[in-house]
C-alpha cells in the first residue's frame, strides 16, 4: 500500500481563520514533507520531518506552523494567511535508512483558498 | 548548485506513439538519485520511475524507460505505445546524496493526442 491521505481537499479560509491540514501514512516511513505548489509549477520544499522531528524548515513564514504527532500523522497549522498563499499543498512520505534516501510518496493535496 | 533543467515546456504526441522527455540535472555529488514524476490533471504526484546514479543500467517500467547518461548528466524518459491517460505535466527530479531534499525541473506538459 502506497497511500498518502490527505484532509481536507479543499479549504477557503479568510485572512483572520486559524485552519490545519492534516497528513497520514500507513507505509511505516519515518520522513514526512510538506510542499506548496503554485499552478504550473514544481512543488516547493516547505517541511520535513525526520522520525517525528522537524529536520528542514526552508525558511517558512511563521503563519504556518508543523506539526508531527506521531510517525504516522502530519499536520500543518495556518494561521492569518495571505491571499498569495492560495496553492496546492503536498504532503508526502519516504523511508529513511542510513545512507540512502528513498523515493517520496505523495497524497492527493489540498487546495487552499484564502479570501 | 543542485539544478534540474527540463528544455520542453510543452510537447504532444499521438496516441500509441512513442515520445522522449529530456532533462538534464547539475550536482557536485557523486552519489544521487533520480526520478520522474506524472501530475495528471488531478493533480495527485505519481512517481513513474526512479533511478540510482550508481546503476548503470537504465530503469524500465512497462512502458516508460529512462535513457541515463552519467557523465552528461541526462536522464532522459521515453513513453513507449503513448495512451490518453499518459497527458499530465511530468517532472524530472532528484535527490542528492543523502539529503532528503527532492529537486525538481519545471516541468514538461505532455498532451496525448487520440
Known amino acids: 500500500d502506497t497511500e498518502v491521505t490527505q484532509t481536507p481537499k479543499h479549504l477557503v479560509m479568510g485572512m483572520t481563520n486559524k485552519k490545519s491540514l492534516k497528513c497520514e501514512q500507513h507505509m511505516g516511513h519515518r520522513a514526512m514533507y510538506w510542499y506548496k505548489q503554485k499552478a504550473k509549477k514544481p512543488p516547493e520544499l516547505m517541511f520535513v520531518y525526520s522520525y517525528e522531528k522537524l529536520s528542514i524548515n526552508e525558511s517558512v513564514p511563521s503563519r504556518f506552523s508543523p506539526e508531527c504527532p506521531n510517525s504516522s500523522l502530519l499536520n500543518l497549522h495556518l494561521h492569518a494567511l495571505q491571499p498569495e498563499d492560495s496553492a496546492l499543498y503536498l504532503c508526502a512520505s519516504s523511508q529513511v535508512l542510513t545512507g540512502r534516501t528513498y523515493e517520496q510518496y505523495f497524497g492527493p493535496g489540498t487546495r487552499l483558498t484564502v479570501t | 548548485a543542485q539544478t534540474v533543467t527540463q528544455s520542453q515546456p510543452e510537447m504532444s504526441v499521438q496516441e500509441a506513439e512513442t515520445v522522449t522527455l529530456s532533462c538534464t540535472y547539475d550536482t557536485s555529488e557523486s552519489n544521487y538519485y533520480l526520478f520522474w514524476y506524472k501530475q495528471p490533471p488531478s493533480r495527485q504526484m505519481i512517481l513513474v520511475i526512479r533511478?540510482?546514479?550508481?546503476?548503470?543500467q537504465n530503469a524500465t517500467e512497462n512502458r516508460f524507460s529512462v535513457n541515463f547518461q552519467k557523465a552528461a548528466k541526462s536522464f532522459s524518459l521515453k513513453i513507449s505505445d503513448s495512451q490518453l491517460g499518459d497527458t499530465a505535466m511530468y517532472f524530472c527530479?532528484?535527490?542528492?546524496?543523502?539529503?532528503?531534499?527532492?529537486?525538481f525541473g519545471q516541468g514538461t506538459t505532455l498532451q496525448v493526442k487520440p
Open positions: 533511478q540510482e546514479a550508481y546503476k548503470q
Open positions: 527530479a532528484f535527490i542528492p546524496g543523502n539529503t532528503g531534499k527532492l529537486i
